[in-house]
């Protein structure tokens, strides 16, 4: 019944990497888009990754050359790769699946995970 359950978070210092996976439900899997946001307090959600159906990726400039969405289409999982953390990304990681707006999932209708915590320290 769980559409989608990420898993991977933890703490790491700067400088780290943390691999995340969203398993995901067939009809979620299927969705046209599928990414990864993040929120953290005080900060406003963020899409930091994006990848529609057919493999093409859209990142943010806050994540870009650090960061590689990719999806395992036999096992119905999407990663998300996190090398050179900083602190600034710590954050509740969230994978959601949904339409695609220029690249981009459509996060407005989900579905949404539940969340992994992500924190980096100095």
């Known amino acids: 019944q769980v559409q989608l359950a990420e898993s991977g978070g933890g703490s790491v210092q700067a400088g780290g990497s943390l691999r995340l996976s969203c398993a995901a439900s067939?009809?979620?899997?299927?969705?046209?888009?599928m990414g990864w946001f993040r929120q953290a307090p005080g900060r406003e959600r963020e899409g930091v990754a994006h990848i529609t159906s057919a493999g093409t990726t859209t990142y943010a400039d806050s994540v870009k050359g650090r960061f590689t969405i990719s999806k395992d289409n036999a096992e119905n999982t999407l990663y998300l790769q996190m090398n050179s953390l900083k602190p600034e990304d710590t954050a509740m990681y969230y994978c959601?699946?949904?339409?695609?707006?220029?690249?981009?999932?459509?996060?407005?209708?989900?579905?949404w995970g539940q969340g992994t915590q992500v924190t980096v320290s100095s």
């Open positions: 067939q009809s979620a899997y299927s969705s046209a888009c």
């Open positions: 959601v699946a949904g339409g695609c707006r220029m690249g981009r999932v459509d996060p407005r209708f989900g579905p």
